[in-house]
């Protein structure tokens, strides 16, 4: 069956680094978008960043722009998340997210905190 699972989540202080991983299992992954979604206690759902299928084209939440970096690796079906000089405002529930067509599958999510 479809699986994804997020990975590297944790707790981290302000300006500090956290590499995120998502494992994809079930489904032909190098056909997808891929994208890291994230939710703060009491906020909606948004879309941190994402890559196409090869990776060629990559786009940003303007509040992530020059501090994350997404990857793929498609040989090991996981997508990546690297995150930088953290703040406070990062905390939330990372969500890693695939899309091909009607196709859209979903991980379960790792907590990320940013707190001295």
């Known amino acids: 069956q479809v699986q994804l699972v997020e990975s590297g989540g944790g707790l981290v202080q302000p300006g500090g680094s956290l590499r995120l991983s998502c494992a994809a299992s079930?489904?032909?992954?190098?056909?997808?978008?891929m994208s890291w979604y994230r939710q703060a206690p009491g906020k909606e759902r948004e879309l941190v960043a994402t890559i196409t299928r090869a990776g060629s084209r990559i786009n940003y939440a303007d509040s992530v722009k020059g501090r994350f970096t997404i990857s793929r690796d498609n040989a090991k079906n996981t997508v990546y998340l690297q995150m930088n000089s953290l703040k406070p405002e990062d905390t939330a529930v990372y969500f890693c997210n695939a899309v091909r067509s009607a196709d859209t599958y979903w991980g379960q999510g790792t907590q990320v905190t940013v707190s001295s």
């Open positions: 079930g489904f032909a992954f190098s056909t997808h978008y």
